[in-house]
């Protein structure tokens, strides 16, 4: 009888034991509820400008590129014509001037074609003439012809001749320069009309860029949140015209009860379970904890006349397929042991 009662006493002691080691080390799963959200992209135009056309309609999904809708800067076609106009009034100047400086070139390049052409003329009948009194000389038996003398440079030919080719040079060397000049006036890009042509040109390009900027096309395959205008209404600069976000949720915010906030920390990884029951569940991560208590939402509380408060907590979801707005059940594992808690509560007895 008395082993009877030992056995039990032993067996009661084993199990009371195994629950308390069993109750110190495990871990307790903090619970608390958010929404699935997702950040929202808001286009905007920083000119006042009109909407012409509309290719969307809110909760419409649309892909990477596709063309949202269309504005009109009333002013803008008028400046690109103006600009156009003066650009091409300027190119026929330049076109004008660019004709005349040819012209010119082209006369003094004649003017010393035939200078050449005269003074070689004159220079070739004095050769020529020298040539045929030589020829007459040689055939009077008479007269004694001195070659050395031909060869001479202060002969009355070459004197000649040389006095023709230093009236060449004086005659060309003013057209070479003033051609020179012309041609380089020609091709100088650094000139006044050149300058202004480039710069408007540019101003173009800037308008014709901001002309193609008025068709407005998605960045990111995403759906349609919301189109703030109709067709034809005028948009303020920088006011919202449309708002888009991703086609799934890239966070939760969350609201954890006021006495349960410190249990969680940034960075540490929880459980997203939905409340709909389809039975999956998604990882995300602690990206930030709020600095404030505040209240919680209504849909997040059993009874809207008992205001709960706490901290909010927004997580960073993985690959889900949860939906925009979804309650969901958030599971983390309090990374400290009631082992931990139950030392650390020794600790402020002893220090009390």
Known sequence: MKGRKRFLTIWLISIFAIAIIT?????DVTKFYGIASAEEVMINYEKPVKVKKINVMSGQRVNKGDLLFELIRP??????????HEI???KGKVRGETLEILSEIKELKAIKEAKIQEINSE???IKNSYQYNRKLSSELKSI???EESDEDSDSPMNKKITSLSKELELATNPLDIKIS???????????PRSIQLDRLNNELDLLLKEQQELKITSSFDCIVSDVKFKIGENISPFEPIITLHSLNPTYVKGYIHENLYKQIKIDDEVVIEPLSSNGKSFKAKVLSLGSKIVEFPSRLVKREEIKV?????????????LLLGEKVLILSNSSQSLFDKLVEYYNSLMES
């Not at 109750?23 to 871990?27: E, G, N």
């Not at 002013?75 to 156009?84: D, G, R, T």
């Not at 706490?310 to 397929?321: A, T």
């Open 181 to 191: 000049q012309l041609e380089s006036e020609l091709n100088n890009s650094d000139d």
């Open 309 to 321: 408060y706490g901290v909010e907590v927004v997580l960073q979801l993985l690959d889900n397929d």
């Open 144 to 146: 004694t012809i001195d």
């Open 23 to 27: 109750a110190i080390f495990k871990k």
């Open 88 to 90: 091409e009034q300027l």
């Open 123 to 125: 220079i070739e009948e």
């Open 75 to 84: 002013s803008l076609a008028i400046e690109v014509s103006n600009l156009q």
